[in-house]
């Protein structure tokens, strides 16, 4: 038996190869297939199965390219319906890959259709369960995704509740739990470091996982709860529906553009998505361009930022240009027409006009804040991140809700921007100034960089 984690940093998201005998099954595999295909291949063995824990609302699947390229079976949990051939299990039914069994475990809660695969090795043993997003390290999944006119958010809390006593729980102590998910996803409110635990592990250490009443319970995993990000409804329904080809989906989207026909582009209604660090883009950048850089989470922030419909060309690094297209993908986001060709060194050389972001050091902004104490200072934090303190007088705005709340600010006014590290910072700078907010500030290194300074932090005050 052989197991391996496929772990997506920039999505927080585990995929699983798992081998018996030559025979592969594939869990919750990402919409790029090749890394799978090739470690089958490597192995010389052959998939079989692609199992997917459940609709996922955070990325684009890889099982329907998958099956299509191996002749594998897609699996899916009980209640799931979908408009392209799928085997849907029943609760409990086993599937043997060599010599190991795996269980279907219908685990209802995150959504209707989400099933945990309990894995039993050649030795009858349990040994391992995938838990998709029922379960994670620390955490649940959140409960307010499959939400219907006859369905609430409480009634799939108490499914939840219902899964984790009757199918986890039971579950023996050393069993290893493999999660879909780790820290910085937003499929759960506060999930752990950790991409991997044990059941006993998660008894001791898991809110969810304490004795509780389903009253109980309900309150706890439904406190909290902040809203989901905006591409999540597209992509579970690309999951259930279908989706392009990602080869075909490449070839059309990677296509270099020259400065005039970037410009024209942009005069048709294309959004400038530059996807460089924040301290290359700071020094220049296309006028109106946002940025979202390649070095952090780059495709989720795009889904939580920019609308799916509105057509994207893109500015990046040379050689980064069919990355920042494959992720986009990944997350759903077809639409782009292509990127600029030579990136912004082409830009600046044709003689086009660029903008730029002032940044400063945290010291420096110590050093304002004490001599101008009714500085406007904006803090882009999750709120969770905001209850370790805020600089006293900031105004709290999350990256994820600045848009539907830019009319609260006033464009007169001049804002200092800080996030934890300065990746959201200038994401959030560069949206401020693509809607005419002309005097804004970056703060370098964020709130890391402030807590080594003399400023004064304070709890956020809550309504």
């Known amino acids: 038996m052989y197991i391996e984690q496929l772990y997506t940093s920039c999505l927080a998201e585990a995929a699983y190869y798992i081998e018996s005998e030559g025979e592969v099954a594939i869990i919750d595999p990402l919409r790029d297939t090749e890394p799978y ?23 684009v699947s890889g099982h329907i390219d998958l099956a299509r390229q191996t002749g594998a079976k897609i699996i899916y949990g009980p209640t799931a319906e979908t408009n392209y051939e799928t085997y849907v299990a029943k609760d409990e039914e086993v599937f043997t890959v060599g010599k190991i069994k795996i269980k279907v475990l219908h685990t209802p809660g995150h959504t209707l259709e989400s099933s945990c695969f309990l894995l039993i090795d050649e030795n009858g043993k349990e040994h391992a369960v995938f838990t998709g997003d029922t379960l994670f390290v620390g955490d649940v999944g959140r409960p307010d995704l499959a939400i219907k006119s006859d369905l609430t958010v409480n009634d799939l809390a108490g499914m939840m509740y219902d899964s984790l006593n009757s199918k986890i729980k039971p579950l023996a102590d050393e069993v290893i739990v493999y999660p879909a998910h780790g820290a910085g996803s937003s499929c759960g409110k506060n999930i752990g470091k950790e991409t991997f635990s044990t059941i006993g592990q998660q008894k001791k250490l898991n809110y969810a996982m304490q004795p509780m009443t389903r009253e ?15 591409y999540f409804a597209l992509d579970a329904s690309l999951n259930k529906k279908g989706y392009s080809n990602i080869d075909e989906v490449l070839n059309k989207n990677t296509k270099a553009l020259s400065v005039d026909e970037f410009e024209s582009e942009i005069k048709a209604g294309a959004l400038v998505l530059d996807v460089r660090t924040p301290d290359d883009f700071e020094k220049g950048f296309v006028p109106g361009a946002v940025n979202i850089g390649l070095n952090g989470q780059y495709a989720p922030w795009v889904g939580s930022l920019i609308n799916a419909n509105i057509p994207l060309i893109i500015v990046a690094d040379e050689g980064k240009e069919k990355e920042a297209v494959l992720r986009l993908a990944r997350v759903g986001y077809e639409n782009v027409h292509g990127f600029l060709k030579g990136g912004i060194t082409a830009w600046t050389n044709s003689g086009k006009k660029i903008d730029t972001v002032h940044s400063i050091s945290a010291n420096e902004l110590a050093s304002q804040i004490n001599s101008e104490p009714q500085l406007n200072v904006l803090d882009v934090r999750k709120p969770g991140e905001v209850e370790s303190g805020m600089i006293e007088g900031a105004q709290h705005i999350c990256l994820s809700r600045l848009q539907k709340e ?6 007169g006014k001049h804002y200092f921007i800080h996030c934890a590290g300065g990746y959201r910072s200038m994401m959030a700078a560069s949206i401020m100034k693509q809607k005419g907010f002309d005097k804004v500030t970056n703060v370098l290194g964020g709130m890391g960089k402030i807590k080594e300074t003399s400023l004064k932090l304070v709890q956020p005050v809550t309504a």
């Open 37 to 59: 295909l090739a470690l089958a291949s490597k192995r010389n063995a052959k998939i079989r199965y692609v199992f997917e824990t459940h609709f996922h609302a955070d990325f």
């Open 216 to 230: 109980d319970f309900v309150k706890a995993v439904t406190t909290g709860l902040t809203e989901a990000p905006g």
């Open 406 to 411: 830019l009319h609260t600010l006033d464009q």
